[in-house]
Nanobody
Framework: QVQLVESGGGLVQAGGSLRLSCAAS????????MGWYRQAPGQQRELVAD???????NYGDSVKGRFTISRDKAKNTVYLQMHSLKPEDTAVYYC?????????WGQGTQVTVSS
């Protein structure tokens, strides 16, 4: 089993920045991609960004140019640096780790952006 522990959420004013972290522990073999999804009230969960073992990165269209994902493989940790935050970025952010045969989710961390 794999545990994903998220940190770094909180309340920030529009235009501000936050950094999320997600550390994976346990049986991490088989994971080749880590990333972040988010879900706002009444909305579907959507991809924010993910990064694969080979360094390939995907960003959701709404965050391109404002958010940056990075990964420290030695620490089994993925980071999401968020700049120029907008009220519409308000959501619960979930860490995700997956591979061809496995899929794991973190508990989620709330990000609230005030206008």
């Amino acid at each position: 089993q794999v545990q994903l522990v998220e940190s770094g959420g909180g309340l920030v004013q529009a235009g501000g920045s936050l950094r999320l972290s997600c550390a994976a522990s346990g049986s991490i073999f088989g994971i080749n991609t880590m990333g972040w999804y988010r879900q706002a009230p009444g909305q579907q969960r959507e991809l924010v960004a993910d990064i694969a073992d080979g360094g390939y990165i995907n960003y959701g269209d709404s965050v391109k140019g404002r958010f940056t994902i990075s990964r420290d493989k030695a620490k089994n940790t993925v980071y999401l640096q968020m700049h120029s935050l907008k009220p519409e970025d308000t959501a619960v952010y979930y860490c995700n780790a997956h591979g061809p045969l496995v899929l794991y989710w973190g508990q989620g961390t709330q990000v609230t952006v005030s206008s």
